[in-house]
């Protein structure tokens, strides 16, 4: 069984950062891609940012320039830097991750959800 586990959620004042961490587990054989997602209220969930195998990454334009996808492959671990983060950032971030397991079997895996709340 694949776990995603995430940390670092909580409240941040306007123009502050806060960094998401979101930690693969299992008996994972590899990680592919890993991305983040948020959710607001009344809203469909969407892309933020993902990373891919090589280091590739694609950024939803509303976050560009301001947030940073990294990822620690040692630790099957991504992070999301959120810098100079706005009101509308207030959503639930999910990770996710496309992992092979060590029976080769392919999961598409979601964290628990970290809330994200940008108010002064």
């Known amino acids: 069984q694949v776990q995603l586990v995430e940390s670092g959620g909580g409240l941040v004042q306007p123009g502050g950062s806060l960094r998401l961490s979101c930690a693969a587990s299992g008996n994972i054989d590899s990680v592919n891609d890993m991305g983040w997602y948020r959710q607001a209220p009344g809203k469909q969930r969407e892309l933020v940012a993902n990373i891919t195998r090589g280091g590739s990454t694609n950024y939803a334009d509303s976050v560009k320039g301001r947030f940073t996808i990294s990822r620690d492959y040692a630790k099957n671990t991504v992070y999301l830097q959120m810098n100079s983060p706005k009101p509308e950032d207030t959503a639930v971030y999910y990770c996710?991750?496309?992992?092979?397991?060590?029976?080769?079997?392919?999961?598409?895996?979601w964290g628990q959800g970290a809330q994200v709340t940008v108010s002064s």
């Open positions: 996710n991750a496309d992992v092979l397991d060590a029976l080769w079997r392919r999961f598409n895996s």
